[in-house]
């Protein structure tokens, strides 16, 4: 009998990738994760994009699901040089009049800035907040039966409803801005049902860890991840680009940590017709298009709250946003798109020349638009803080035709692997017991295509690992 090279082979090194190979050797298999890149981390790198010194997060920058993450945070990856910074501010909301709302770390701290919305903001986030420990494990897994069914069901009133029908429980314009800030991480139209799911998650993560930065940049999130794989002895092969099967080493299971458009292409020869049908019929969501600037300064926020806040919604009114997104998805671009920005070196000092400042910062656009959305993104930042365009430097840009080349699981700019909607929120990328097995015995899917979908969390490629496991090696953990 022929030995095998590997027991698993995973392909792709984003933090589900990583996830699932560590999952797998820390069950004492022989592992290999395969990287197209010279560097591990798909959405977790950082580069100096602009100028020589300026540090910037290439995709993702402002981890609070890897903070909040199980799956993460029972691994030692302090010991693998990963610290997290933490703004007292999570995130803040400016609006015209130059004043903000702002999500701190403390629930009874937020709630008390929110005026007459104090006792709706406990009310319906503390709800959450009181049970997160029990839900997380199933708002972050694939549909089960849950361990506690009546927290989850009171969870799943509202966040299975429209952003727009929960908004209703605010008084406020100030805490329905904040509130939509939140919804608009989901990526599709605020009125359409589980859109409140991201925001209630988002502000409990808050309340729970924090919405904390890597110092040095997410790359430090993922080598942290990759020198645990390897100390426990996986092993990692970069610049190697996977287009067909036969190029892998032998193994028992491989698993895929890239979305169903990929998959189809490398072995969709290999599944059955009704699953290649459905891979086929998965649907891709808006894109991004995303600046990062080398700035001479700190962005001159007109609210001194917005200085001290980690990561910053540029939206305005609840309604402004609901129009931007619905927009959006229709095809167009808003002269005022919903803005994401993310000032990392105001807390870190090791991302910028001494005195100086990187920012991040994206837009949602059409899927696929390579539309130049710049002006319209600076032009946001000067509404909230006159005097921002004298502070550049340098920028660098991304549309999504350009960000798919550097990181082809963002198919069209879509950041999420595939739109999270009602349709696909648990059936991602198909409709069966298992969403992780493909039709063919061995192969598995572990990426953000899978549930609970988009975010640094790892948990897709978890849940996935533990079906690799029990399926092809008898294994329950």
């Known amino acids: ?51 020589p010194g300026f540090k910037h997060d290439i995709c993702s920058a402002i981890h609070p699901m890897a903070a909040a993450s ?85 969870f799943g009133l509202n966040a299975l409803q429209p952003a727009t029908w929960l908004s209703k429980k605010f008084n406020n314009d100030a805490t329905k801005g904040l509130w939509a800030g939140m919804a608009a991480h989901s990526i599709i139209p605020l009125s359409q049902f589980t ?89 891709y969501g808006m894109g991004v298009f995303k600046v990062d600037w080398a700035l001479a300064e700190a962005v001159p926020f007109t609210s001194s709250d917005c200085s001290l806040a980690g990561t910053l919604h540029l939206g305005n009114t609840f309604e402004e946003i609901v129009h931007s997104e619905q927009a959006t998805w229709q095809g167009q671009h808003p002269s005022r798109p919903f803005v994401l920005l993310g000032q990392q070196s105001i807390f ?26 710049t002006p319209f993104i600076e032009n946001q930042i000067e509404r909230f803080a006159p005097g921002f365009k004298d502070r550049i430097l340098a920028r660098h840009t991304f549309n999504t035709s350009q960000i798919e080349e550097y990181n082809p699981n963002y198919i069209g700019g879509d950041i999420n692997g595939g739109v999270i909607d009602w349709r696909q929120l648990f059936t991602r990328p198909a409709l069966r017991w298992s969403p992780y ?11 953000s295509s899978t549930p609970p979908g988009g975010g640094v969390h790892g948990m897709c490629g978890y849940h996935a690992a533990k079906q690799a496991l029990k399926d092809v090696f008898k294994i329950e953990i």
Not at 437 to 447: A, E, H, I, V
Request: with cysteine.
């Open 1 to 51: 009998m022929t030995s095998l090279d590997y027991d698993a082979v995973v392909i792709g090194s984003g933090p589900n990738g990583l996830a699932a190979a560590i999952t797998l050797q820390q069950a004492g298999l022989r592992v290999l994760i395969v990287e197209a890149k010279n560097t591990i981390g798909g959405g977790l790198r950082t580069a100096e994009l602009t100028l």
């Open 70 to 154: 199980p799956f993460f945070n029972s691994l030692p990856l302090e010991q693998h040089g990963l610290k997290y910074i933490y703004p007292s501010i999570s995130a803040a909301h400016p609006f015209d009049n130059g004043t903000s709302a702002v999500l701190t770390r403390s629930l009874q701290e937020t709630a008390s800035l929110l005026g007459n919305d104090e006792g709706n903001y406990l009310s319906l986030i503390g709800g959450v907040k009181s049970q997160w420990e029990s839900l997380l494990p199933q708002i972050l897994g694939p549909l089960s039966f849950p361990k506690n069914p009546i927290g989850l069901a009171k």
């Open 195 to 283: 859109t409140s799911a991201i925001g209630l998650v988002l502000m409990t993560a808050s309340h729970s860890k924090g919405w904390p930065i890597p110092k040095g940049g997410s790359q430090q999130l993922a080598n942290a991840l990759g020198s645990y794989f390897q100390s426990i002895g996986g092993k990692i092969q970069t610049n190697f680009y996977v287009s067909a099967l036969s190029q892998l080493p032998s193994s028992k299971a491989i698993l895929f940590d890239i979305t169903p458009r990929q998959l189809l292409q490398i072995a969709g020869h290999r599944f059955s017709s009704i699953y290649q049908w459905q891979l086929q019929k998965y649907r």
């Open 348 to 373: 870190d000092s090791t991302r910028a020349p001494a005195g100086k400042q990187v920012l991040w910062g994206y837009c949602h656009v059409p899927h696929g638009s390579t539309k130049d959305m």
């Open 437 to 447: 097995r493909t039709s063919t015995k061995g192969l598995y899917l572990c990426s």
